[in-house]
């Protein structure tokens, strides 16, 4: 039996398992396509279909199999993803901790534009779900809000949240929503941006921020509208900026620096593109197929993470057998990352909640999906 074939029936199991209104054929063939791009990580649907195990030997046959699945109608991403997504989640606010949220944007060329919203774990990052548009979009708070809404649905109860976003981001509606859904936020701002400090006239973020190695403000006004918010500015060395950060909490160097951790999404990009998947050189051309190539890679990049989790938990260095004392939820850099490899809180299997049946949780297995 093929190893990709070996892997297509693992994931089969699981994504029965998560996904039991999802037709089985839809299943069956996400399996194959999963097991393929693990195997090859590549989006070059010619070389994915040259490595299925179909019964048909015809690379023409092939390739219309991968391109029916790149266009299903049944194929949908945020559906699909959903349980591990939840289970990820649940996973990073557990004893209390608040979870990460990074809200940023990567361009393949000038031919698609994906809006990602991703959890932060340590330095890296899963992604939860995603937008993606035709030609060099700058995607807007109509945009974000989807995804935002969308996750904010799949956490836990009383999960208390952060929301990290670059300078491209910040906007009226988006700080307003924040500040309506009651998360803590670190959104970097442009030097452009009109506020009023409380004292004074009216000027510019990049004006507060000018000669400044430090400075922490309450209660300021931001932009035109006067949008309530504390502002945070740290100009470290080697950094050719400064960091205008806009926060709920008190501002301080510490709460600057939870901004830090938005970097945890680079590597994710790293992962989905050159030093992974290599997804910039994908040949699509509508961005509904690449939403759905996306999701291949997505569910690629979950199994390998609950594979290694699982590896490790089986087999722990002698580090991480000792028992932690005195364990504590941290925020920033590091935060939501375990010091050890966890188990979920059934010991085999993560759960998120079926819609359709409160209380009732869906299983499955934490190791390969």
């Known amino acids: 039996m093929s190893t990709i074939l070996t892997m297509a029936e693992e994931i089969s199991r699981g994504l029965r398992q998560a996904l039991p209104k999802v037709r089985q054929t839809v299943v069956r063939k996400l399996a194959l396509a999963v097991g393929a791009m693990v195997e090859l990580r590549t989006p070059n649907t010619s070389e994915l279909a040259n490595v299925l195990p179909l019964e048909t030997a015809r690379a023409d046959m092939r390739e219309q199999w991968l391109r029916r699945l790149l266009k299903n109608p049944l194929v949908v ?171 709920d909490e008190i501002p301080n160097r510490a709460t600057v620096r939870d901004y830090h951790s938005r970097w945890g999404v680079e590597p994710l990009f790293s992962d989905l593109k050159s030093r992974g998947f290599d997804l910039e050189a994908t040949q699509l051309r509508d961005p509904e197929r690449l939403d759905r190539l996306l999701l291949i890679m997505a569910l690629a990049l979950y199994w390998c993470v609950w594979t290694g989790v699982e590896n490790a938990y089986r087999h722990p260095t002698p580090l991480e057998k000792k028992p932690l004392r005195n364990p504590t939820s941290t925020i920033g850099r590091g935060a939501n990352g375990p010091a050890a490899p966890y188990r979920t809180s059934n010991g085999d299997s993560g759960f998120c909640y079926d819609d359709s049946k409160p209380g009732t949780p869906y299983h499955f297995s934490i190791a390969p999906i």
């Open 77 to 247: 991403s945020p559906v699909l993803l959903k349980p591990w997504g939840c289970q990820a989640l649940e996973e990073a606010s557990r004893h209390g901790q608040r979870v990460l949220l990074s809200l940023d944007q990567t361009d393949l060329g000038h031919r698609f534009a994906v809006l990602m919203l991703s959890l932060v774990i340590g330095d890296r990052a899963l992604p939860l779900t995603w937008q993606v548009a035709a030609g060099p979009a700058n995607i807007g708070f109509a945009g974000q809000k989807v995804l935002l809404e969308r996750v904010r649905d799949w956490l836990p109860a009383e999960t208390e949240v952060m929301l990290l976003a670059d300078r491209f981001y910040p906007s009226i509606e988006l700080l307003t929503w924040l500040q309506t859904q009651g998360w803590h936020y670190r959104l970097r701002l442009k030097g452009n941006l009109n506020v009023d400090p409380g004292f004074g006239d009216l000027t510019t973020t990049g004006a507060l921020a000018a000669g400044q190695t430090e400075r922490y403000l309450r209660d300021v006004r931001l932009f035109d509208h006067g949008v309530p918010t504390h502002l945070g500015i740290l100009h470290e060395a080697g950094h050719p900026e400064p960091w205008i950060i806009a926060m």
